[in-house]
């Protein structure tokens, strides 16, 4: 099998973080950021092969071609590693490469074996990632194609927007992806990228895979799809290619015997309809039309249509009402002859950004101290108030039966990111920002929460959540005993190419990452209500790496700087 995989320009698809840390990490496609240094990692096993290659040089030329391409891949990477793993295609296929790839080079290298060349593969190999990486990039691929309405074809050619480094996706990784769907009982995605495969196969693409394996999974998914006409043809066609296909062949009579049953139950549902649409007035099958057209869009619907930057409902009118200006916070002493930048993102809920609000070399220096500490980003469980890793969700169309093999069900966990948590004793800069945040919101930042940095990984998103805790969630921060979250203070550290946006589905409002920038928004109303307007989700990451840092201001020590209100709105 080797052999023929070896010549596949099968470049893998994920990153992950520092040799000095790997070792206490996983779930390496939660964080960019975190796995750009694999990439080095990778080009010092190229060194290594290509050492091996030039002691055993005639027994291994087909490892040698597996090793030129690696070197021009990785030194292309390596020169703007964040930017070439922002593109999910070379993420996912880093991931593929690391995972399965140099799994099988091994198994060739060890018939006759090198100890340069295999002790250095095996040392390196406890920092590569594992299963479950490689199935969540695929997963992050997945989502990301349906919050963006990407067709397989768009991500499969690489011609994503913003992106550096164009990536193209063999017939085995497509493959690879709706085997994954499939396995995941996801069999919607399961069509979309076998039928991809076998369009890149029947354009004449070699490839390991053969087109009656591709089109057994097509034919099952989409019968499991209810489209038994469809299925069947797929079925003949892979019956064609090879008629002893037992499978296939039990398949067809089945298929058969299936659709035929459905045309008669159609035919029975029709002559019913036919009689019950002669016995109703006008006017009940007005009524009748009028519910079916009428519905309110679902929250996953408008979170989807804001990430894509359609459906934001401001007025002209209300968008006349923003402005921008220099704010000094009524005469702040840090800031009356330097004012910083303001402007209005949204009016109710009100949501302010400020410009130039934090440098560069801040920016750089909380990314420096975060990255060794990142890890997998929890939640708070709002029956427990236990916190929990995030974890994924693949789509809304996704099945949710039970596989006729495992009896799985799919997982429905929501967050894809890495966090770490700064205080001033990891540096005195932190302690500059945290009064920066005080001196611009008025607000004591003794009793905050200590300042988040997040990464986001491949198609990394955090879906739509509330910051402060409700009324059925009496246990919310009550071990910090500092009161409920009064406020959100949100830096933006780094630019995203698409994608990544921070939007609230309930009024239509999304905030885009510009770095250098921070948002601030009340999640209470001075009465100490919940402003549940503030319900808000961090957009899946098309394309581009990004940083976050957040800030969770309390209740406790707001008493005279935020009075309460007298009304629950207030």
């Not at 070439?84 to 799994?103: I, Q, Y």
């Not at 164009?166 to 009982?185: F, H, N, P, Q, R």
């Not at 800031?335 to 109710?348: C, G, I, N, T």
Request: aromatic share 10%; net charge negative.
């Amino acid at each position: 099998m080797l052999g023929t995989r070896m010549e596949l320009p099968c470049w893998g698809f994920l990153l992950m973080s520092c040799l000095q840390s790997l070792s206490a990490h996983n779930d390496f496609f939660t964080s960019i950021g975190q796995m750009t240094d694999l990439l080095y990692t990778e080009k010092d096993l190229v060194t290594s092969l290509k050492d091996y290659i030039r002691a055993e040089e005639n027994k291994l030329e087909q490892v040698k071609r597996w090793a030129d391409k690696l070197d021009l891949l990785t030194a292309t990477a390596t020169k703007d590693p964040e930017g070439f793993l922002g593109h999910p295609v070379n993420a996912f296929k880093l991931m593929k490469r690391l995972n399965t790839e140099w799994s099988d080079l091994e198994s060739l290298v060890l018939r006759d074996t090198t100890d340069g060349f295999i002790s250095n593969l095996t040392i390196q190999r406890q920092y590569f990632p594992t299963d479950e990486d490689q199935t969540g990039a695929a997963k992050a691929l997945l989502r990301l194609q349906d919050t963006y309405r990407l067709d397989t074809n768009t991500i499969s050619i690489g011609d994503l927007p913003g992106v550096k480094h164009k990536s193209l996706m063999t017939v085995e990784d497509c493959y690879e992806l709706g085997k994954i769907a499939y396995t995941d009982v996801d069999y919607y995605h399961t069509e979309l990228w076998m039928v991809q495969a076998l369009k890149q196969l029947d354009e004449g693409e070699e490839s390991p895979i053969d087109k009656v394996t591709v089109l057994d999974y097509l034919s099952y998914a989409i019968y499991q799809q209810g489209e038994i006409e469809r299925a069947l043809e797929f079925t003949k066609r892979l019956l064609e290619l090879e008629p002893e296909h037992q499978r296939a062949k039990g398949n067809l009579k089945y298929f058969e015997f299936q659709l035929e049953k459905q045309k008669k139950t159609e035919e029975q549902e029709s002559q019913k309809e036919a009689q019950r649409e002669k016995r109703e007035t006008p006017e009940k099958k007005e009524k009748t039309k009028s519910q079916k057209t009428f519905s309110l869009i679902p929250e996953r619907k408008k979170y989807e249509m804001l990430c894509r930057g359609e459906g934001i409902k401001m007025t002209p009118r209300r968008q006349s009402r923003l402005f921008c200006r220099y704010f000094d916070n009524n005469r702040s002493p840090h800031y009356v002859l330097a004012p910083v930048k303001q402007q209005d993102e949204w009016d109710r809920p009100y949501i302010v950004r400020y410009l130039d609000i934090i440098s560069d070399a801040e920016m750089e220096k909380v990314k420096q101290l975060a990255k060794p500490r990142l890890r997998r980003a929890t939640i708070s469980n709002p029956i427990t108030g236990v916190l929990e890793t995030a974890s994924y969700r693949i789509s809304k169309r996704r099945a949710t039966v039970h596989d006729p093999q495992t009896g799985k069900l799919t997982t429905a966990q929501y967050r894809v990111s890495k966090s770490a948590w700064l205080t001033g004793y990891d540096d005195p800069m932190i302690d500059t920002i945290n009064q920066r945040i005080e001196d611009l919101t008025g607000l004591e930042m003794d009793t905050a929460e200590e300042l988040q940095v997040a990464n986001y990984g491949v198609g990394g998103q955090y879906e739509p959540h509330f910051d402060f805790g409700r009324k059925d969630e009496p246990d919310a921060f009550k071990e910090l005993g500092t009161g409920n979250r009064i406020a959100t203070w949100l830096f933006y550290m780094s630019d995203v190419s698409a994608g990544g946006a921070t939007v609230f589905p309930d009024v239509g409002a999304a905030v885009w990452p510009m770095k250098g920038t921070a948002v601030f928004w009340y999640n209470l109303f001075p009465s100490g209500e919940g402003d549940y307007s503030t319900r808000h989700a961090a957009c899946p990451v098309l394309v581009g790496n990004k940083w976050v840092s957040n800030k969770w201001i309390h209740e406790r020590g707001q008493e005279w700087r935020r009075p309460c209100g007298l009304s629950e709105a207030d």
